[in-house]
């Protein structure tokens, strides 16, 4: 008879007088694997469990056999959902609920309350403390908060996300195919016509989202930053928008003559003479942005589209009086063209070719449109030798520090630079659109650079 019956027939003998300890020497010494599985089951099922936050519950699959369900406490009540575990082990089931149970309980609130989408939606809002808000410009401040509205929730929506733990970066570089592609307007407008945007566009829609992530990384709310990943999309060549603009000795005298449309030929002038954006024209003040420095008006632009647009242009006298008279004619307060918008600059383009002679086909083959004013603006002082940049300076696109640390306004050697520059793109005005009859402000007894002699305006 082996030792294993023999012990069995003496515990069943007289159980009172069986040695517990002997037996568990006994079949711990030839039977470890058997005694191993029943100190599993008897760790598992015998003492009691002391889960802190969560208890799991088994239910049975066809598919799958046993599933853990995990349920989680929260502020001493337990939630009515139950999360997936999926596994039917135990131990795993265990430790995936100790492992994800934050994430889960926050996905779960934010699903019932919507908090990340009020998150978003209030990022930007104009009473927002928050440092990375308050310092942007109003019009910056807007166009982020319209963006996040306009297309990244619906986007989260979409995708079915509710916490920011549930973001990738795959999610984000979905979010770029989807606004390249411009399958992103349907979110919001089914009858919008889907048509290809340029990368410059979707950067743009971009830059509100990945300043949400710096500030939830810089505040501890999210590990990592996962929008910092996303690289630009890369601009080729095709991508950017070609535009055509007219020589630059077409438009000699051609704001000296009587226009049909007042309106057109002073929005022309605009930004034939500054460069200016059509955005930065829509807010102009004539009370508030115009201001003088020595001898000379500026349009001091405040906010722009980009923090490098805040900066002040040359403003010619010629340019000015049509301002002042057109404010006076039409009875408009000190917001000269609020009420313009893409069609009103159509229309102005389309008669300042009829000024000079244009046919609408030739404008449609050269591509020109009334924002190649700007680009015109810019081919002018390089073509007449500026220098040093100052087109870009007076346009508003980004430049070197050393030529920004040059263009001080605060003190009196950036102030007399200023002047020297401004005067000399005046003075390029003067010879290549005015006549002589529009005399622009020069040092005292200087002249102009055609050689006529120029009007000091005190």
């Known amino acids: 008879m082996s030792k294993l019956a023999i012990t069995i027939k003496q515990i069943n003998s007289d ?26 089951l008897d760790d598992e099922y015998m003492k009691p469990k002391r889960r802190k936050g969560f208890n799991l519950l088994p239910r049975r699959s066809i598919k799958n056999g046993i599933i853990y369900y995990a349920r989680f406490s929260y502020k001493g009540k337990m939630l009515p959902t139950k999360f997936n575990t999926h596994t039917g082990d135990l131990r795993e089931a265990e430790q995936y609920a100790l492992k994800n149970k934050e994430i889960l309980i926050e996905r779960y609130l934010a699903k019932k309350d919507g908090r990340l989408f009020k998150f978003l939606s209030e990022f930007y809002k104009k009473e927002s403390i928050i440092p990375e808000v308050t310092v942007l410009k109003d019009g910056i401040r807007k166009e982020y908060e319209s963006t996040i509205s306009k297309y990244f929730i619906p986007f989260l929506q979409s995708e079915k996300i509710v916490d920011f733990h549930q973001i990738k970066k795959i999610t984000l570089t979905k979010y770029q195919d989807k606004a390249l592609s411009g399958e992103i307007k349907l979110l919001t407008n089914e009858k919008a016509e ?22 939830l990384a810089r505040k501890g709310e999210l590990t990592d930053n ?57 807010k102009i003040n004539l009370t508030k942005d115009i201001i003088k420095i020595g001898n000379c008006r500026f349009i001091n632009i405040e906010s722009s589209k980009t923090n490098n647009g805040v900066r002040k242009v040359p403003l010619h006298d010629f340019v000015y009086k049509k301002m002042v008279s057109w404010t006076k004619k039409n009875n408009k307060t000190n917001l000269l063209f609020n009420d313009c918008n893409d069609e009103t600059f159509k229309n102005a383009n389309i008669n300042l070719s009829k000024m000079l002679k244009i046919s609408s086909e030739q404008l449609k083959e050269e591509k020109i449109t009334f924002y190649s004013g700007r680009h015109f603006y810019k081919t002018l002082l390089n073509a007449e030798g500026l220098g040093e940049n100052i087109e870009e300076i007076f346009m508003g696109h980004k430049v070197t520090t050393n030529v920004r640390q040059s263009y001080n306004h605060r003190d009196k050697q950036g102030k007399e630079r200023l002047l020297k520059k401004a005067r000399q793109a005046l ?16 040092s005292p007894g200087r002249r102009g650079r055609g050689g006529a002699a120029l009007v000091l305006k005190k």
């Open 15 to 40: 159980p009172h007088d069986a040695n517990i300890f002997k037996l568990k020497h006994f079949f711990m010494s030839n039977f470890p694997k058997t005694s191993q599985a029943l100190q599993i």
């Open 194 to 215: 889907i048509s290809s945007i340029k990368p410059q566009t979707v950067a743009n829609y971009m830059k509100p989202v990945k300043k949400i992530f710096a500030y």
């Open 226 to 282: 996962v929008a910092a990943e996303v690289k630009h999309l890369p601009v080729h060549t095709g991508d950017v928008l070609s535009r055509g603009c007219y020589e630059i000795d077409l438009l000699k005298g051609v704001f000296n003559r009587r226009w049909k449309d007042d309106l057109s030929c002073l929005l022309c002038a605009i930004i034939y003479t500054t460069g200016m954006r059509n955005s930065e024209i829509m």
């Open 427 to 442: 003075s390029i005005l003067d010879r290549c659109i005015f006549t002589n009859k529009a005399g622009r402000c020069t």
